[in-house]
């Protein structure tokens, strides 16, 4: 028990236990929440994500990596500043998991936003942002109707001087769809260039190691969230630094998340101290 209250970084076991149970308690209450069909189903899927905003996935993992606080890679994250507004829209399942890298592009980028759908202060702040005049705001969404990044630069240099804003969807492809309605219908969205070189550089995503795709991604086109931002980044700013920079803490992200399943590192971006440590 000493080595989980060490890695959870909690004082001794009576704070463990007294946040586990107030966590049970919160949880049963949503339980009740969700059962009431007196309450519309906007203000459940509300107040359920108050309770993940709250304690994630687990009950002691850090609030913006979302690893427990023992392998917390925040400190460690390199910073990257790309012109481009980057805001990270992330479906309640995917919330506080410990393999997502949504939370690694809000680590990373200052000025960038994560929000959860389904919380009505982040709904409200994502239609806040689709029709803020300031900046060329389009999802990143790979569809038929979606634009080429090309193409946004030319609609950004005629509207707004340049200035654009990417909406990324965070979620599996099946919740992704659900959340497209969402958005109002004449939201510009964008999509990676087939040849992308940082989608075409390897046949697996990066986070494949603690996250499975089906078919390879040249194929399916299938990569994590960071991984689209990152070439959607280089394709609008050519900036190769940026790219590079996301896609080290991506390699991060992974081994400490597989660290913290208990399995070997894969990219060798942990020490041996950091290893000892945990």
């Given amino acids: 028990m000493s080595r989980v209250l060490a890695m959870n970084k909690v004082g001794s076991q009576d704070e463990y236990n007294a946040k586990s149970d107030q966590r049970a308690a919160e949880r049963e209450e949503i339980a009740r929440v969700l059962a009431d069909r007196s309450i519309d189903g906007e203000e459940k899927m509300h107040q359920y994500c108050q309770y993940l905003m709250k304690y994630s996935k687990s009950l002691f993992t850090c609030p913006n990596c979302w690893l427990l606080p023992g392998l917390c890679i925040c400190e460690r994250v390199q910073r990257c500043e790309p012109r481009t507004k980057v805001v990270v829209h992330v479906h309640h ?155 080290d803490n991506l390699r991060m992200k992974v081994d400490a998340c597989r660290v913290q399943r208990n399995k070997p590192s894969v990219y060798g971006t942990l020490s041996e101290e950091d290893l000892i440590q945990y």
């Fill in 93 to 247: 399942k995917e919330w506080g998991k410990s393999s997502n890298t949504g939370s690694i592009a809000a680590l990373s980028i200052p000025g960038s936003e994560i929000l959860i759908k389904g919380y009505k202060p982040h709904d409200a702040r994502v239609h806040e942002m689709i029709e803020d005049q300031s900046h060329t705001t389009a999802i990143l969404w790979p569809g038929a109707d979606s634009i080429s990044c090309s193409e946004l630069k030319q609609i950004a240099d005629e509207r707004t001087k340049g200035r654009i804003a990417v909406i990324a969807v965070d979620a599996t492809w099946n919740n992704a769809m659900r959340m497209r309605s969402f958005y109002p219908d004449d939201t510009l969205q964008v999509k990676l260039a087939p040849d992308s070189p940082l989608i075409i550089a390897q046949r697996t995503s990066l986070l494949s190691p603690v996250r499975k795709y089906r078919g390879d991604k040249v194929k399916t086109g299938r990569v994590s969230t960071l991984e689209a931002i990152a070439a959607l980044l280089y394709e609008l700013e050519g900036d190769e630094e940026v790219a590079d920079t996301l896609l």
